[in-house]
């Protein structure tokens, strides 16, 4: 092999990225604010510092995966890192349509309750290097079916990054005698999910839990690292983005199932958040081909 550092497959149609995978040795590349089109990977092997993304900032050290989605910003504040990054764009890859297979989404993508990187261990370590190995060897000497294979290695990439985020971070919340808060956590993210295209408001969830709204504030930043109003923001977000990706329904009809009678207000809201407009999000990242059945 080479000593080749980035191997990039461009979409022809598009002429956008479809694919890359590259190695870094400073943090040169992540010290100022992401916005990228695409999914990104950024595994720190070496070195340590602060993660700033969406609303929340978090210490990590080395061997550190993190997960970002397309147009989610971050960027790291580090003197040395370095490590392996692998972008993929949704027109390669789609984590939405192959949820079923793969079970990421939700787990390393999209959710707003965990911080977003896994600690990689020795066995998970040794499976990623072996699959970017893999990927680097087709890159340079690529054969039939160069992207089937490709995305085959990103499934067992994103599969085995998941196994291991669940195992390190259970998503049921166990009460401890005498301790009420992770029950409260748990019926508030039940909450959440089951009525942020409703309830806009943490006076809302308040009213809900039967708890005043300012202790809720108080449990809520201590354990997500996030204020109520950043969690619904950030869920309200993502379901737009969803049906933005996946569905061909106007903007108009989304923002009324999210709850927003005017698209305007919807759609400068969704800006604030990702600093595009939806039909922007859509026109470079979603496709719409088809509605959801």
Known sequence: MTNQTAFTLINKQTGNLAFKLFSFEDNSYFDHLQRNNYYSLIWIMEGKGKLKTDFSEYNFGAN?????????PFMFLSNLIRGIAIYFHSDFFCIHKHQTEVTCNGVLFNNIYQMPFVLVDESLQ???NKLIEQMKAEMQNPGLAQYELLISYMKIFLISASRSKTEQQPPAMQSKKGNKEPAILQ???EAIEKDFKSKHTPGDYAVLLNISPNALAK???KHFNKTLTDLITERIIIEAKRELYLTNKSVKV????????????FSRFFKKNTDIPPQVYRETVGFGKAELN
């Open 126 to 128: 040794n499976t990623l």
């Open 64 to 72: 550190s995966l993190f997960s970002f989605t397309p147009y989610q």
């Open 254 to 265: 989304i923002a009324y199932e999210l709850g927003y009678d005017d698209e305007y207000y």
């Open 187 to 189: 019926n508030l993210k």
């Open 219 to 221: 449990i809520t930043k």
